[in-house]
Every structure is written in structure tokens, then in C-alpha cells.
């Protein structure tokens, strides 16, 4: 055992996060700005209990909101009190549950061997139940179904509730189709990203022996990022802690809470996350204590002044004053580019001239944007310029086609009922199983009431109706093939071994390797990849992760053993953005690309905030809505706080979106950062030979200085923009449409009115106003 000196696991904190350490008993509540050290008083908190506190590791569960950021704690507090901190659960919501109902499978009436559906399998789901039910998809998209019945989830109302609370058309539908995805669900022996947060509650809740198992186990909780949870984790919290009230040998009192949040970085409002849980802890929690942290660790005072100026203008929240003693530092540099391209040049000739110089190395740089979409022109120019770097998300590895028909023909062989990773490949590579016979097994299915893989058994049988034999014989093939395959993993082959069987068998090695499409070629080094992947993935050693504590039963399964195929697949399916981000390096590293959702909890020496357009940064949505505006502003408040030295802020006067030119004014976030704060860098001389002048701004003429007035740099863009302006007299405007008016800025059309030439459109445009116009002559607006 690591000889762990408690005075020592107290270093290097100040009074209050000592406090948040060492407080024992009632619920605690650290609540505190960004960079005020509220991660490391949960890593601390952790490594106290062990070396100071004598508790066992398998006692300790920790949440945090990244897989990545799981390892890291994990490994933080082996340093501090050796490997034995390897037994505890540090993991995401997610993994944590899917831990749990491995374990429980049974209990929920499923197979341990459950397949884990993510968002895009899920809505393939949604497709094919809503086609069955014969709803229009023009008024019925999957996507938003997907969204409906995601939002329910997170509330926690399942498909009966929701069908018995529905009170018009929408909800009766999307009840509807929630009934039926469910059964899917349930008959593919799977369950998507929610249901693993949904059924653990459900499960913790129905089976008093089950909570009480885990009540025993988990003696301390601890939540990071706790303003980002939503209702149905929120609940599944308070499960876990327990209330003590339980009687006779179900009498375990409660577990230990710890969670620390920011109100202000609350940013997931669209994945139901919410700011109550934070700002009512004391109320759900009546013993609690609540511990403040105000200083901060990580930025300079002129970015921590810029990051409180900014977020002070959210209505109702707590104020709070974080300090720094790390002096006022450099200013913070703010850039108008003529174009995206233009602003991509400044940022990779900053990164150059501060590498140069030698003030920063490649990994010290962040480049963040406030959509995946806005990535392409920083890495047009970046690899043009030969500056290396990673992006963080965008279309991901795992979501490529090659790798996604791959890992499908893993989950069947791990999970027979997986519908529809079944029908995924059930003709990929091409063997003559065409949509038809599909449909004649799925019909089957659906007339039978079996499952997908049942009725395709039986069509090898003869059994399905309407069935061609030449169908039929390639469905037997297909069956036979699969089968041969499940082999190898009853066998203990491993996973990479599995999967080279899978892409030699299957054909479909050999027809990318026969194509000349230069796409094939790199699908097949993705899946050589994907095969060293696995094969990595095999070595890793096993984790002694099944220690439970004295005194709570032995757990026979606490997940998948390391290295087997249904570990593979897990990691596979719970992989997220924030995972890849590359870690620092002594070799120069890669500058890291990522959106401002990603960032969270990251830090950075330089950090570069790219696109501060109003319509872009805020997002187009927030304009017209307080509430969403006040979402974009603590995206802001993350994204202004990941900044430890230097800090850039930037923007492009025109910029193109959905393929067309869009002039944007400035983000109204500049004006709400002190102007002194501000080193304006103007356009070049080059540039800026004038064409035409145009305010741009959000209203006060802001934007910082000289800088809002900006000039079209390109004759293209000046002939696009004037064109805009003649199609404005043709123009007709509805409820609802988007404008971009040239003084007023982005705004929506809230009213029309009048004929004609008469008439005309109220416009609101967020913080220039609410303005009406007449739509005749050449108005200065486009629609967009
Ligand atoms: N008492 C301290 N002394 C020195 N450095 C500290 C102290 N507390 C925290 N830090 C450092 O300050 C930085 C920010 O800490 P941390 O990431 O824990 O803050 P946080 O409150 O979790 O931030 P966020 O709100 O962004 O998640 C880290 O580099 C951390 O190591
Ligand atoms: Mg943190």
C-alpha cells in the first residue's frame, strides 16, 4: 500500500478547497466560477478518503463528463495514493451505467450482451417504425421524433406514461412511435444513449435488493460538471446516495455526496441538462453544506475581468467574484478578418509568430469555433501552411460507413437480435438480398411477432411468405455466414482476429481492395486502423476493477473482462468528442481544433475564439430568444475561461454559409467586454483599400473601436451583396423568415403587414430592436 500522508494530500490547496476535502458527513455543494480549482478538489477529496480516511476504493464512485477526463482523475489519484485507486468506478454517466446493467441484465429481463444504439442507429430505429406506422416523414421527421422522445427519456417519462399524458396530434404520435421504438428496443436486445440512464433509475428504483446492493457498495459519491445534468441523472443521483430511510435489512444510510458545478457553464440546456439541480442542491439536500471557491488558478486578471464582465449580463444568477493573482497579463487581442479565410490566416500566423518566438509550443494552442461546420477553413489553411493539428470531433472515425458496417458485423456476432446493426449488413457487401425480401422478412417479423433474426431463420426455412428461392438462398448464405463467424468469439479468438474474419469473409476486403475509387483505398486504411485499434485494445491489461470493499458481496461481473469483444464494443459506442482530445507533448505537438461544447474543463496557455459573428457566435437561433441568449453567454463565459495566458478573439466580416457569402456584424459579446481590455488588430493595408463602407455592430457602435466599421474587401463579395440588395425589391417576407439587414444586422421577421407596395415587416433585431420596415425600393437586407 502507498504510504499517503494526509498533511500531504492537503498541499497546495488554499482554506476553502481544504474545507471541501476534508468535510465528512452531510451532502457538499462546491460551487464556484471556472479555473477556481473545483476538479481538483474532487480528484483531492478522493485521494483524501483513501490515504486519510481509510476508505476502501471500491467504495468510491466518481462521475465525471468525460471518458478522458475519467482517466486522467483516475491516474491522479494513483500518484497520490498508488494503484490500489485503481478499483474504484471513476467513469462517465454512461459507462457507470452500463456497468450496472450488465451486471443486472437479467433483472430487466435482457441479455448481458445488450447492444448499445447510438444516435444515428437509433434514429435509423425511429425510420423504420415511424415508415411502419405509415406517418408522412415530411411532417414526422425521425429526427425531430428522435429529439421528442430523447427529451422524455431525460425527463424520465416513459413510452406509456407519454402515450397516457399525450394531449394533442404531436404528442399522441410521438407516444406512439415511443411505444413501438421501445418494443424494437427491447425485441434487438438494445437500448439507446438515454434508456442506460433511464433503466438504471428504473432499476435502482423497482428492486429494493438491487439499490440496497449498490447502496452498500458505494459509500461516496462524487459529481463533476453537476450543472450539466439533466433530470434523468439528477435522479439517478439521488437513487444511487439513497435516503437512509430504508427499514430492517434495507437500512443503509445514506452515501457521502460530493458535487461541484458552475451555474455559469451550465451549456447542455438542449440535452435537458439543468441549472436547478445546481442552484437547488440545498433544498433537494436540506443538510447540506455549501463550500465557494473564489480564487482562480488558471487565467490572467484581463481574462478573468473579460469573463466576468461578459457573463454579468445574464439576468438572474448569482453573482460571484473570482480574482486571480496572476496580474492583469496580456490584453486580450481581438481581429476583424475581410472573410473566414482571412481570419484562418491570422490565427495560423499568431500560432507561428508566438511558436517562433518561442513563448508557446503547438499542444499550448486551442482554436475553438461554435460549430464542427467552421474547422474546414482553419484546416485548408493549416495544412497548407504545414502547421500541424487536430480537430476534436466533426464526422468522427466510428461514424465513417466503412467502420460503422464493421462494428455492426461485430455487434451481431456479440448480440444475435441486434436488429438493426442486422440489417445494416444484411446486404453489405452486396450478396442479392435486395429491399424487397427485406421487407418479406421484416413483414414476417411483424405479422409473427418475432424478432428480425427469428424471421430471417425462418425465410432460410422456406417459411416467410412472398420469399423468391433466389432470396432465399442468399439469406441462407448470409445466416450460414454469420454463424461461422460467431465462432471465433465462442472460440476466444480476439477481437482483432474476429474482425479480420469478418472483413476476409464477408467479401468485403476484397471488394474495396478491387475498387479503384480512391475513397475505397482510404476506407481501407480506416479499417486497418480500426484493426489496430482492436488489437490495442486486446493488450490492455486487466484492470483489478472487480475489488469490491469488505462487507458488501463480491461481485461476480462488474462489466465486460478487458479485452473481449463486448468490452470492444462498449468503448466503441461510448467514444466521445472530448475523449480525442490529444494530450500534451514535449515534441511540439498539434494545435487542438474543437467547438466551445468541447472545451469544457479543458485549459490551454493560448486559446483562439474564432467566429464572433452575431447569427454565428451567438448562434442564429439565440437572436431572437433571451433565454438561448443566455446560453450562448455561458458558452462565451466556458470558452473566454479554457484561456491561461493570451487570449484571441476574432471575427469575419463576411463569411459563407449554406454556400452563399452572409455579411456578419460583429458577436454583441465584444461590446460586453470592457473596451480598455481590447488590442484591436486592424485589417492589413493591403486589405483594406476601400470599396464601400458599412457599419457594421450590434447597436452602440461597438465591437470595439475603429474596428466595426469594416470595409468589403472582395469585388465578389461586393457584387454578391448588391445582388442580395435587388432581390430584397422582388422579395417577400413571412413569419418566421431570417433577414440580414445591412445597419440593423441579423433579425427575424416577427409580423407582416399590408399589400403592395405597402407593404411591410416588423423585424426584431435582438439588441438593435424591433424595427419596421417598408419592403418596397432597394431596402439594404437580404433574406437568408
Ligand atoms: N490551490 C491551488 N494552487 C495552485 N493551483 C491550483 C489550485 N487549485 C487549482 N489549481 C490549478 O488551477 C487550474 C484550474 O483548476 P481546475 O481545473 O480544478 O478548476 P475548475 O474549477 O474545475 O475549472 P472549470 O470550471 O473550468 O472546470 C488547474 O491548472 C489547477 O491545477
Ligand atoms: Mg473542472
Not at 571 to 599: F, I, K, N, W, Y
Request: with cysteine; aromatic share 6%; glycine share 8%.
Amino acid at each position: 500500500m502507498h504510504p499517503a500522508d494526509p498533511a500531504a494530500l492537503l498541499e497546495g490547496l488554499n482554506d476553502q478547497q481544504r474545507r471541501a476535502v476534508e468535510h465528512t458527513g452531510s451532502p457538499l455543494l462546491v460551487v464556484a466560477g471556472a479555473g477556481s480549482g473545483k476538479t481538483r478538489v474532487l480528484t483531492r477529496r478522493i485521494a483524501y478518503l483513501l490515504g486519510a480516511r481509510q476508505v476502501h476504493p471500491g467504495q468510491v464512485l466518481a462521475i465525471t463528463f468525460t471518458n478522458k477526463a475519467a482517466a486522467e482523475m483516475k491516474e491522479r489519484v494513483a500518484e497520490l495514493v498508488g494503484r490500489r485507486a485503481n478499483a474504484m468506478w471513476v467513469s462517465t454517466f454512461h459507462s457507470m451505467c452500463v456497468r450496472v446493467l450488465r451486471r443486472e441484465a437479467k433483472t430487466l429481463g435482457m441479455t448481458s450482451s445488450f447492444s448499445i444504439y447510438d444516435s444515428d442507429d437509433s434514429k435509423r430505429l425511429i425510420t423504420l417504425v415511424a415508415r411502419d406506422l405509415d406517418l408522412d416523414p415530411k411532417r414526422y421527421a425521425a429526427r425531430s421524433l428522435a429529439v421528442h422522445i430523447s427529451n422524455l427519456k431525460n425527463e424520465l417519462v416513459d413510452a406509456e406514461t407519454a402515450a397516457g399524458n399525450a394531449t394533442n396530434d404531436l404528442e399522441r404520435r410521438v407516444a406512439e412511435v415511443y411505444v413501438e421504438y421501445q418494443r424494437r428496443l427491447r425485441e434487438a436486445n438494445a437500448m439507446d444513449f438515454d434508456d442506460l440512464i433511464m433503466r438504471t433509475v428504473e432499476l435502482l428504483q423497482t428492486f429494493p435488493d438491487v439499490a440496497e446492493y449498490y447502496h452498500r457498495r458505494f459509500r461516496h459519491v462524487l459529481v463533476d460538471e453537476y450543472q450539466d445534468t439533466n433530470h434523468a441523472q439528477y435522479t439517478l443521483v439521488r437513487e444511487l446516495v439513497g435516503t437512509g430511510r430504508g427499514t430492517g435489512e434495507h437500512a443503509v444510510p445514506p452515501a457521502e455526496l460530493c458535487v461541484v458545478g458552475d451555474a455559469d457553464q451550465s451549456i447542455y440546456a438542449f440535452r435537458g441538462a439543468t441549472i436547478r439541480n445546481i442552484v437547488e442542491f440545498e433544498r433537494d439536500y436540506p443538510q447540506a453544506t455549501t463550500v465557494l471557491l473564489e480564487q482562480n488558478y488558471r487565467s490572467t486578471q484581463n481574462i478573468l475581468t473579460a469573463a466576468n464582465a461578459v457573463i454579468s449580463r445574464n439576468p438572474d444568477r448569482r453573482d460571484k467574484r473570482l480574482w486571480t493573482a496572476m496580474g492583469d497579463g496580456e490584453k486580450i487581442v481581438a481581429y476583424v478578418g475581410d472573410n473566414e479565410h482571412d481570419e484562418a490566416n491570422f490565427v495560423a500566423g499568431e500560432i507561428d509568430r508566438l511558436v517562433d518566438a518561442g513563448i508557446a509550443n503547438n499542444s499550448d494552442v486551442a482554436v475553438f469555433y461554435r460549430t464542427n461546420n467552421q474547422s474546414r477553413v482553419f484546416e485548408e489553411i493549416f495544412i497548407r501552411l504545414g502547421l500541424p493539428y487536430k480537430v476534436v470531433g466533426g464526422v468522427r472515425f466510428y461514424e465513417r460507413r466503412e467502420i460503422r458496417d464493421a462494428v455492426a458485423y461485430l455487434r451481431v456476432l456479440a448480440n444475435p437480435e441486434d436488429t438493426v446493426s442486422l440489417r445494416r449488413i444484411l446486404n453489405v457487401p452486396k450478396r442479392g438480398i435486395g429491399e424487397r425480401a427485406e421487407a418479406c422478412v421484416a413483414m414476417h417479423a411483424e405479422r409473427e411477432r418475432v424478432s428480425f433474426n427469428t424471421a430471417l431463420r425462418a425465410a432460410t426455412e422456406g417459411r416467410v411468405a412472398m420469399l423468391n428461392p433466389r432470396s432465399q438462398r442468399a439469406i441462407a448464405g448470409f445466416v450460414e455466414l454469420v454463424d461461422g463467424l460467431r465462432r471465433f468469439v465462442d472460440d476466444g479468438q480476439d477481437v482483432a482476429e474476429v474482425l479480420d474474419a469478418v472483413l476476409e469473409q464477408t467479401g468485403y476486403r476484397a471488394e474495396l481492395e478491387a475498387s479503384d475509387d480512391p475513397q475505397d483505398a482510404s476506407r481501407l486504411e480506416n479499417l486497418t486502423e480500426l484493426i489496430t485499434v482492436a488489437r490495442e485494445f486486446t493488450e490492455l491489461p486487466d484492470a483489478p476493477e472487480d475489488d469490491a470493499p469488505e462487507g458488501s458481496a463480491p461481485i461476480e461481473t462488474t462489466g465486460p473482462a478487458a479485452g473481449t469483444l463486448a468490452a470492444f464494443l462498449e468503448r466503441v459506442s461510448l467514444v466521445a468528442d472530448a475523449d480525442q482530445v490529444p494530450d500534451e507533448d514535449d515534441t511540439g505537438g498539434v494545435v487542438t481544433l474543437m467547438t466551445l461544447h468541447t472545451a469544457k474543463g479543458l485549459e490551454y496557455p493560448v486559446v483562439f475564439s474564432t467566429g464572433w459573428e452575431d447569427g454565428v457566435f451567438p448562434h442564429m437561433r439565440a437572436l431572437s430568444d433571451p433565454v438561448e441568449l443566455a446560453e450562448e453567454r455561458r458558452l462565451a463565459y466556458v470558452g473566454i475561461t479554457r484561456a491561461r495566458e493570451r487570449l484571441y478573439l476574432s471575427r469575419a466580416v463576411v463569411r459563407s454559409a449554406w454556400g452563399q457569402p452572409m455579411t456578419n456584424p460583429a458577436s454583441r459579446f465584444f461590446d460586453e467586454i470592457p473596451a480598455d481590455l481590447l488590442d484591436w488588430r486592424r485589417l492589413g493595408p493591403e486589405r483594406s483599400s476601400p470599396v464601400r463602407a458599412t457599419t457594421f455592430g450590434s447597436g452602440s457602435g461597438g465591437g470595439g473601436g475603429g474596428a466595426s466599421r469594416s470595409t468589403f474587401g472582395s469585388r465578389g463579395t461586393r457584387s454578391q451583396a448588391t445582388r442580395g440588395w435587388q432581390e430584397t425589391a422582388a422579395l417577400t417576407l413571412e413569419v418566421g423568415d431570417r433577414v440580414n439587414h445591412d445597419k440593423y444586422g441579423l433579425g427575424r421577421v416577427v409580423a407582416t403587414d399590408g399589400q403592395g407596395p405597402r407593404t411591410t415587416a416588423t423585424i426584431d433585431f435582438g439588441t438593435a430592436g424591433t424595427i419596421r420596415l417598408m419592403l418596397i425600393g432597394s431596402v439594404p437586407m437580404v433574406k437568408l
